[in-house]
C-alpha cells in the first residue's frame, strides 16, 4: 500500500481548509439558491471543492483539540478509516490506535467509492465491524460513517467497551453542537445516522464531551465522545 508523507507539525488539511474558509458562507448561500432553482449542476460545481479534499484526507478536518480529546480514550480501534488520515495524526501523537476499512484507499481489492483515487496516509488494515470483537479493550471511534448504511448501528450494538468516539452528524438546533435538543427549537437532522442509531445512544450512552469542529458547507459534523450508561443493578469495575 502507498503512503503519504508529511512534516511532522503539520495537520495539512485543516490548513488547507483554513485557506478556503473566508468563502464558506458564500458557497452555502450558492448552494441553497441553485437547490432551490434546482440547478444540479451548480450544486455539484460548488460542492467540487470540498470533494476534492474529502477524498484526499477524510470528511471531517481535525484540530490540535480534537486530536487531544481522541487521545484521552486510548487504546482505539476505528470502523471505516478511509484513508487513515485521523490516525495518522494520531500516531504522530503517540497515540496507540488501529484502524480498518472495509476497502482501504490504494489497495488492491478495489477502489474506495469515498475516496477514489487517493492512497492512505498510515496503515488501514481491510476489515469491517466485525474487527471489533478482536479489540474488545479499547475504546471505539466511528469518523463520518457511511450515509444510509446500517453499519455505524452494527458496530455500537458488537461493540462491548465503555467508550465509543463519533465524529459526525446528529441531530442540533440552530445553535449548532447540542446533543439534546431542546423543546420547540428547529432540528437539523444528520446525513450520517439513522434513526435506530440515534435511539441506541440515547437509550445506552451517556454524553462526556462535545467538540465543534471546523466544518465544509452544509456540513454540521462534530465531536460527540459517549460513555456506556451502567445497567441497572450493575456496578462498573
Known sequence: MTLHSAAEDENEYFYEWLKHSP?????EDQIVRADQDKDIET??????LRKFYIQ???HAIPTNTALTAIADFAPIIEIGAGTGYWAFLLRRRGVDIICYDRNPPGSADGSN???EGA???TDVSAGDDS????HPSRALLLCWPPPHDEMPLRALRRFRGQYFIYIGELPTDVDGCLYVVGPNKPIRKGVTISHAFFEE???????????ELPHWEICWDNLYAF????RLGHKES
Open 227 to 230: 460513555k456506556r450508561r451502567a
Open 113 to 115: 467509492r469515498f475516496h
Open 43 to 48: 450544486v455539484s460545481a460548488v460542492l467540487s
Open 201 to 211: 445512544l440515547q437509550q445506552g450512552w451517556e454524553l462526556q464531551r462535545c467538540l
Open 131 to 134: 474487527a471489533i470483537d478482536l
Open 23 to 27: 468563502g464558506l458562507r458564500e458557497r
Open 56 to 58: 484526499k484526507y477524510a
Open 119 to 121: 492512497t492512505c496516509w
